[in-house]
């Protein structure tokens, strides 16, 4: 049985990700920085709730022990993040902290649990608006939107998989793109996107991946996406 935790699970992308992969027979962590929905989401889909805010260190700290207790850890997806798309001072060690920061408390405070795996993995969620390919290339929508602050914290979240993978070979490190969805991130209308499934199995597909996938690699629907 493979025990994964996803972060920010409690609504869009995460929530259907823990279905995905509950469906496919994963025993599911689901952490939110909001109890209430996040034990209404976990009950709702039948997955294991624990208390997850990315940007405190008890509380990671707190959720990974709980997790280790019962079990240990597969797959880690670090999913959580919000969205800022000016370049406001004021709003950049929020999105930092959230988005980037909040992978490397969560990371560090997993690996002691995925290292006791057969086959641990990390799918770090991201962004083609974080992509300098996606971002220079006129086809792609990343290339005529104002990402701002949002966009900048995902070009970090690949870099953070790229050093991860070379620093920890024994943990197989993947960015995904899961596309533009319907989801309630950040300020701006997401209604034109693709159903929030499609993306979450984007994510899922490389969270359920086996042994010899590519670590340090940056993924999307269609295959690998350019840094």
Do not use: C
């Not at 001072?89 to 902290?97: E, F, G, N």
């Amino acid at each position: 049985m493979t025990t994964t935790l996803i972060t920010g699970a409690n609504r869009g992308l995460g929530r259907d990700t823990a279905r995905q992969l509950l469906e496919a027979g994963h025993t599911v962590w689901l952490g939110a920085r909001d109890e209430a929905s996040g034990r209404a989401a976990a009950a709702d889909l039948g997955a294991r709730f624990v208390h997850l805010d990315v940007t405190d260190d008890d509380s990671v700290a707190a959720a990974l022990d709980q997790v280790g207790v019962a079990g240990g850890l597969d797959v880690l997806v670090n999913n959580a993040g919000i969205a800022r798309y000016g370049m406001r001072s004021a709003d950049a060690l929020a999105v930092l902290d959230t988005n980037v920061v909040g992978i490397v408390r969560v990371t560090e405070a997993a690996l002691p649990l995925l290292r006791r795996s057969a086959h641990p993995v990390v799918v770090n969620v991201s962004s083609a608006l974080g992509s300098f390919t996606a971002n220079h290339d006129t086809v792609r929508p990343a290339s005529h939107f104002v990402s701002g602050l949002y966009g900048v914290s995902k070009a970090a979240v690949s870099m953070l998989t790229v050093q991860y993978a070379r620093a920890v070979p024994e943990v197989t490190f993947v960015a995904v793109e899961p596309g533009y969805s319907q989801t309630g991130l950040g300020d701006v209308d997401h209604s034109g996107g693709q159903p929030v499934e499609d993306g979450a199995a984007v994510i899922a597909r490389w969270a359920q991946a086996g042994p010899g996938i590519p670590t340090g690699t940056f993924q999307e629907a269609g295959g690998v996406l350019g840094w």
